[in-house]
């Protein structure tokens, strides 16, 4: 009995000490600012340099590689253009880092992948269009700290920027393989860059930083994709606000050169409220059927606009165009 | 006992468990049955790079049609990975997890990876195409019409 009483009082103490350190076990990681370019003109490289800091806890005696994470467009093809390295106080000279292999497990974030758990966390930053995507690279070399440790890494992230005219916002995210995207916040940080902007390239802007009046996913398709098309009628002030029903007025383009108009205003053209309340509609088609495209023909490109009931009202661009969709695959 | 009755012994025990384990059919496992999916199967979900478009048109009237004699044949067709009726092969009937389709104009089979999972106790399909641009990724679910 005594020896069960000394071992009881005995197990309340240890075990609130290894629940205390238990909380300490952390290094919290921090991204101070990063540094670009506000422009960048097509298939040119722009470079990313992010300032971060490691911050120690406790000693952490399970080697550790530093995971650094970017968003970019899905048309840059980033994870095939970009290299990156990174400098810090307890290394000599520049240190390169890889591609997370495809597949890798986050320690704390069992059958998701390192991209996947950021995306499903992050999603696309402050960006209002979603063909956007991470890439994740973490250090070749691994390390193990010890408390009290204050570790800086100036990251470099080295990228080609895609073909198409655009703007959108960076967004970048840390972490360390020990760590694994766990439960404590403190550990893992994301970063919200301002917009930037690619010039000189093809096509029409696509703005990822604000929303327009008209937006349409996939960016990029062709006629046997589901395209889906709607009017932002919160974005500002328009006369389509307080219509009854709204229609989507549109006019394909083939590779024949004919131009086929779908704008009768009627069931089929009418777009779906988004959500119960605002001025959100959309429209899903599948282009080649709603278009009849003839056997042969593809559908290279697609004006619209946006229409009330009686058509009286009709929303196009600020130059007073219809808004332009082109058909393409990256 | 000597050493040696004792070694005896034991090689006596360990070839009658060998011998026992081998004609116990008791502990064979039951055969995995056979994954029938020919029948009708109807759109109960459809996602887009991720994101669930169910509802964003109406998919109901779609139906693929895989028949016994292993044709297959669509009603009220929608992208997927073949447009014209043929033939369909899983590459293996117990554990299927490849799908394939050939045209009847084609000479090569379409491939894709097939799960067959039961949602909400009934068993459904699960098939992934890109029917556009290969970035674009959708996924069907599909629910067997009739039962």
């Known amino acids: 009995m005594k020896s069960n009483s000394t071992l009881s009082r005995e197990w309340l103490p240890g075990n609130i000490i290894v629940v205390i350190l238990g909380l300490l076990v952390m290094t919290c990681v921090y991204i101070d600012g990063v540094d670009y370019a506000s422009s960048v003109k097509a298939g040119e490289t722009i470079t990313f340099t992010a300032h971060t800091r490691f911050e120690a806890a406790e000693d952490r005696n399970n080697p550790s590689r530093v995971v650094f994470a970017f968003l970019a467009p899905k048309s840059w093809n980033a994870a095939q253009n970009t290299t990156a390295t990174y400098t810090s106080n307890i290394d000599v000279g520049v240190q390169t880092m890889s591609l997370v292999p495809a597949g890798t497990v986050p320690k704390n974030r069992p059958g998701e992948t390192w991209t996947g758990a950021i995306r499903a966390l992050y999603g696309v930053g402050g960006n209002v269009l979603d063909d956007l995507e991470w890439i994740a690279f973490w250090s070749d070399k691994t390390y193990t700290v010890r408390n009290a440790d204050k570790l800086t890494a100036d990251i470099v992230i080295s990228t080609v920027a895609g073909p198409y005219n655009l703007r959108f916002k960076p967004t970048f995210f840390l972490n360390y393989t020990d760590d694994g995207i766990g439960s404590n916040t403190d550990h893992y940080k994301v970063y919200n860059g301002t917009c930037l902007e690619v010039t000189d390239g093809q096509g029409d802007i696509i703005d990822f930083c604000e929303l327009q009046f008209n937006s349409a996913q996939p960016l990029t398709s062709t006629m046997n994709d589901f395209v889906t098309y709607s009017f932002q009628g919160d974005v500002e002030e328009n006369d389509l606000i307080g219509a009854e029903s709204i229609y989507f007025c549109a006019t394909a383009y083939t590779s024949g050169g004919e131009a086929i108009v779908r704008c009768s205003l009627d069931e089929s053209s009418r777009m779906k409220k988004v959500f119960q309340f605002g001025n959100t509609y959309s429209i899903t088609i599948w282009p080649a059927s709603y278009f009849n495209v003839p056997e042969g023909e593809e559908l290279v490109g697609l004006e619209y606009s946006f229409k009330n009931e009686d058509g009286s009202i009709e929303v196009k661009d600020k130059s007073g165009n219809p808004y332009r969709y082109t058909f393409y695959c990256q | ?147």
């Not at chain 2, 297959?72 to 073949?82: A, G, M, Q, R």
């Not at chain 2, 104009?105 to 067959?116: H, K, W």
Request: glycine share 6%; with cysteine; proline share 5%.
């Open chain 2, 1 to 147: 006992m000597n050493s040696t009755t004792y070694t005896k012994n034991i090689l006596v025990i360990l070839l009658l468990m060998v011998l026992g384990v081998g004609c116990d059919e008791d502990l064979n496992p039951p055969a995995e049955s056979v994954k029938d999916i020919s029948g009708s199967w109807k759109i109960v979900s459809v996602s887009r790079n991720g994101v669930d478009i169910t509802d964003a048109m109406d998919f109901s009237k779609f139906q693929l049609n895989f028949h016994s004699d292993h044709t297959y044949s669509f009603e009220n067709y929608l992208p997927f990975l073949v447009k014209d009726q043929g033939t369909w092969e899983v590459d293996d009937p117990n554990y299927p997890f490849k799908l394939s389709f050939r045209e009847a104009s084609g000479s090569a089979d379409v491939q894709t990876n097939l799960t067959y999972p039961v949602i909400a106790g009934r068993r459904k399909i699960r098939i992934s195409f890109s029917p556009g641009c290969s970035s674009n990724k959708y996924e069907y679910v599909l629910d067997r019409v009739g039962e």
